[in-house]
């Protein structure tokens, strides 16, 4: 049989044991965004947008976002005077999709990521067609209307992309109002998203009358 003092003496020491196994679970344990209203974006002080890799939360958009869709417009088909001649594969952070998916509006906060890619081959073993080719760049849009009050739609768009050809930009800056939200306001069919190019959003939205 244990003494009195022995068996305190274990209890003592599996409640320090326990507090520090609590303690060291809280701090291992990553925050994420737990609420729709959550930004899980992170600006520095300079107003300037950080890539994902580097938000206060690291995200990965390629393996942890959802892939919405991938629109062309090759130059060959325009022309050759097409606005947008790449790739735009585009992800939307997966807090603001299932918003989306339960409401069929896009929350505040929301945040899409677009990768655009060269158009390479036109011929492969199965046929001919358009495939990807060099990666290009990186852009995003936001919704934040405390943040972008003043554009409309409270939208604004942003890009890392290096036009000289180096590795992309850190950060990045909200472009003029004049420079994408016009045309988003004008052809966008939801929300300045063009959901009618995202199958993946259209087939999420919920039906009128439900």
Known sequence: ????????????????????????????????????????????????????????????WREEWIYVGTPVTPNDMNNGKASFPEFHSVYIHPDHYNVYKKTGAFPDGTILIKEMTSV????????????????????????????????????????WTNHEGGPRKKTAKAEPAGKCNICHQAFAKDDWVFTQYYPVLRAAKPARGK
Not at 1 to 30: D, E, K, N
Not at 133 to 141: I, S
Request: aromatic fraction near 12%; hydrophobic fraction near 35%; charged fraction near 20%.
């Open 1 to 60: 049989m244990l003494s009195r003092s022995y068996a305190q003496s274990l209890r003592t020491i599996f409640g320090v044991v326990g507090c520090l196994m609590i303690i060291f679970g809280v701090l291992s344990t990553p925050s994420v965004a737990k609420s729709k209203g959550d930004r899980v974006y992170t600006f520095n002080d300079k107003d300037e947008l950080l890539q994902p890799m580097d938000w206060a939360v690291p995200s990965n």
């Open 120 to 159: 390479g081959s036109k011929q492969a073993v199965s046929g001919s067609g358009y495939f990807m080719g060099e990666y290009l760049g990186l852009e995003a849009t936001i919704k934040d209307s405390k943040r972008f009050k003043d554009e409309p739609g409270n939208w604004a768009y942003f890009s």
